[in-house]
C-alpha cells in the first residue's frame, strides 16, 4: 500500500486486475452471442429475480391464491414489458408488494430465491451479482424471526458459491421510504450484524413518501460505512423520489440506483462526476415502468451521461418480470439499437466489477 492509497482502491486494482484475467479468458470462447465478455449485476431485487414458474411452483407448494389461476395468464400478469408498461406505484401496489413479495417470504423461500437467482445468473454469463433485498418484506410482518430469514438468505448465497467457484456475490439490505425510522435502523443494524457474513452494503429503496426525512440517516450510515458496508442509494427514478443531491450531501453514497434524472441536471452531473459516484442504470425497468417514455427518451439519457462523463454500469433491477430483460440480452439491445457501442458497453461492464461492494472473490470473502 503506497502513501494516500486506501484499501477500497487496492481492492478496486485487484477487481480490474481479476476483470482483465476474465476478459481473456472469455475471449478465447467461441460463442455467437453478445457479449462474450463477463458480466457484474449491481442492481436486481430478489422478489423480482425468481423466475416466474418458481413462483407458481412456490404458490401451489404453499396453496397461496392467485390472482389467476392459470400459468401464461399468471406469467403475463407479473411480467412487464416496454410495450405493456406499468407506472412504478401501480405494479408496487398490484403486483409486487402483493404477489412478488409474499411469494419469496419466508426462510424456504428466500433461501431458495438466492440460491436459484444467483446460480441462474451465473449460467448466464454473470460472475459477480450483488442482490438486494429489504428483509422486513419478506418475514410475513415479523412472523418470521429476522436472523433466522437472514440466516436463510446467507445459506442460499453460499451454496450458489460453492457451486460456481468463478462466482462473486453478496447481498444489499434495502430499508425503506416508507417505513419509519425505528423499522429501518434495525435493517441497518442487522446488516452491520451480519455484514461479515455476506451483507456487503445498504440502499434506500420504495417510492416517495411525505414524511421521508434522509437527514435522520446521516449517524446511521456513518456507523454502517465505518463497520465497512457499502452506500448505494435509489434516487433521481421518478420524480417523487429524485432526491439526489440531499442523498449525495447527507449520506455520501459511492452508487446512486438510477439516477437518470441527472441527465437534466449538468451541475448534478458535474458532482457526480467529481465525486466518483457511479449510477446503477437499469434501462428497460426504465422504460417499463415509464420512467422514461421511449426508447428515444433512453437513448438521450445515455448519450447525456455519457458526453458529460458520468460513470455508470448496467443492470436489470426486475431481471424475471421484465420481458427480455435479463442482462446479457440488455448488453445486447443496448448495441443493436446503436444506444451504447461496444467500447462503451465494456466499459460499462468494468465498472460494475470495479464499483462492487463485495470485498473479495467467490465463497473465500466470507471465510
Ligand atoms: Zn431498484
Avoid at 425468481?50 to 389467476?68: E, F, M, T, Y
Avoid at 428515444?296 to 424475471?320: M, Q, S, Y
Wanted: charged share 25%; with cysteine.
Amino acid at each position: 500500500m503506497t502513501d494516500g492509497e486506501t484499501w477500497l482502491n487496492i481492492l478496486a486494482r485487484e477487481r480490474t486486475f481479476r476483470y482483465n484475467l476474465s476478459m481473456e479468458q472469455s475471449s478465447l470462447q467461441t460463442k455467437n452471442t453478445y457479449p462474450t465478455y463477463p458480466l457484474a449485476e449491481l442492481h436486481a431485487h430478489l422478489g423480482t429475480s425468481v423466475a416466474p414458474p418458481i413462483l407458481w411452483q412456490i404458490a401451489h407448494d404453499r396453496g397461496i391464491k392467485l390472482p389467476k389461476s392459470e400459468y401464461h395468464e399468471f406469467r403475463d400478469y407479473i411480467t412487464l414489458s416496454p410495450e405493456r408498461p406499468m407506472p412504478l406505484n401501480d405494479y408496487f401496489s398490484q403486483v409486487y408488494h402483493n404477489i412478488l413479495d409474499p411469494l419469496s417470504s419466508g426462510t424456504w423461500a428466500v433461501e431458495s430465491a438466492v440460491y436459484n437467482t444467483m446460480s441462474g445468473a451465473y449460467r448466464n454469463g454473470i460472475e459477480l451479482i450483488e442482490l438486494r433485498t429489504n428483509p422486513m418484506k419478506h418475514n410475513f410482518n415479523n412472523e418470521v424471526d429476522l436472523d433466522h430469514l437472514i440466516m436463510a438468505m446467507l445459506r442460499g448465497m453460499e451454496r450458489a458459491l460453492l457451486e460456481h467457484s468463478k462466482l462473486s456475490a453478496g447481498i444489499i439490505f434495502c430499508i425503506a421510504r416508507e417505513f419509519d425510522v425505528e423499522r429501518n435502523k434495525i435493517i441497518i443494524e442487522k446488516a452491520i450484524k451480519y455484514h461479515k457474513r455476506g451483507v456487503v452494503a445498504i440502499d434506500i429503496a420504495g417510492p416517495g413518501t411525505p414524511g421521508f426525512d434522509i437527514t435522520a440517516y446521516k449517524d446511521v450510515f456513518e456507523n454502517a460505512r465505518a463497520a465497512g458496508l457499502g452506500i448505494t442509494v435509489h434516487s433521481g427514478e421518478a420524480l417523487d423520489a429524485n432526491d439526489m443531491w440531499e442523498a449525495l450531501e447527507n449520506l455520501r453514497p459511492s452508487r446512486i440506483g438510477h439516477g437518470i434524472l441527472a441527465s437534466r441536471d449538468p451541475a448534478l452531473m458535474d458532482e457526480l462526476v467529481t465525486r466518483g459516484v457511479v449510477l446503477e442504470i437499469c434501462p428497460l425497468s426504465n422504460l417499463a415502468t415509464a420512467a422514461l417514455a421511449n426508447e428515444e427518451a433512453l437513448r438521450a439519457t445515455l448519450r447525456t451521461l455519457v458526453d458529460h462523463g458520468v460513470k455508470f454500469c448496467i443492470n436489470t433491477d426486475w431481471p424475471e418480470v421484465i420481458e427480455d430483460g435479463h442482462l446479457q440480452k440488455q448488453y445486447r439491445m443496448l448495441l443493436e439499437k446503436g444506444m451504447l457501442t461496444d467500447a462503451e458497453l465494456r466499459t460499462s461492464a468494468r465498472t460494475a466489477f470495479e464499483a462492487s461492494f463485495i470485498p473479495g472473490p467467490g465463497l473465500s470473502a466470507y471465510l
